[in-house]
């Protein structure tokens, strides 16, 4: 980590706005140590235009180094350092006796963001379910269980789920555990030439089975799966 300062010609921090020096400390093995140190003009008494100039030429030297100690600073310099991602801090005395301090702070700081951000990230989409074949996938019989994606907020909904399965598999019959029986069974699975029956299991469940006769009529013709 690396912190600068704006100091006096004793080394002490001293308010942003007049000629000083500035120190650039390094956290190295352990310890502090200065590793660079440059004369600075804020330019203020020539105008807005120097400033701005002025400050930009100082964060050009500080490389990737945004942290800085001052005594005190405001107006336009305040905003322009913030605008180009500077940490502020106000000490007084021999930046020295603050560099732990202020490497501490910035650290929980750091933390404390990070946690945050992973706290909003949107939840990892999870696995999309698919019908698992009971006996083969010759006996047209299917199950699945979509009960976690319908009360699992941002999961899979029950038609992006069986749909899909509805239109490129061939079955007779599908049982379906599910948190509630989908709205949409009663109109669309009629549309589909598909029947269902339902009924209560454990813990306020459902199960759906869902019927259609396009297997076994297909079955009777030969199944190239089982070689029947």
Not at 176 to 195: G, Q, T, Y
Request: with cysteine.
């Amino acid at each position: 980590m690396q912190i600068a300062a704006i100091v006096d010609g004793n080394g002490n921090a001293m308010p942003f706005g007049k000629p000083s020096t500035v120190m650039l400390f390094s956290h190295e093995d352990e310890a502090w140590y200065v590793v660079d140190t440059f004369a600075f003009d804020p330019g203020e008494k020539y105008g807005l235009g120097e400033l701005k100039e002025s400050i930009q030429e100082l964060a050009t030297k500080l490389g990737d180094c945004r942290i800085l100690l001052v005594l005190a600073v405001s107006g336009y310099p305040r905003t322009m350092l913030l605008e180009l991602g500077f940490t502020l801090w106000s000490v007084e005395g021999a930046p020295e006796h603050y560099l732990d301090n202020v490497m501490q702070l910035t650290a929980e700081a750091a933390e404390a963001k990070a946690a945050v951000v992973k706290a909003n990230e949107p939840p990892a989409p999870e696995e999309l379910p698919v019908p698992k074949p009971l006996g083969g996938e010759c006996s047209g019989i299917y199950t699945i269980d979509i009960s976690k994606a319908q009360v699992c907020s941002g999961s899979h909904n029950s038609r992006e789920i069986l749909i899909p399965f509805f239109k490129t598999t061939r079955f007779s019959r599908i049982d379906i555990i599910c948190d509630h029986v989908p709205k949409w069974f009663s109109s669309e699975l009629a549309a589909m030439k598909l029947n269902y029956s339902t009924e209560p299991v454990k813990h306020g469940r459902w199960l759906v089975s869902v019927r259609s006769n396009a297997h076994r009529n297909g079955h009777r013709s030969g199944c190239s799966s089982c070689g029947t």
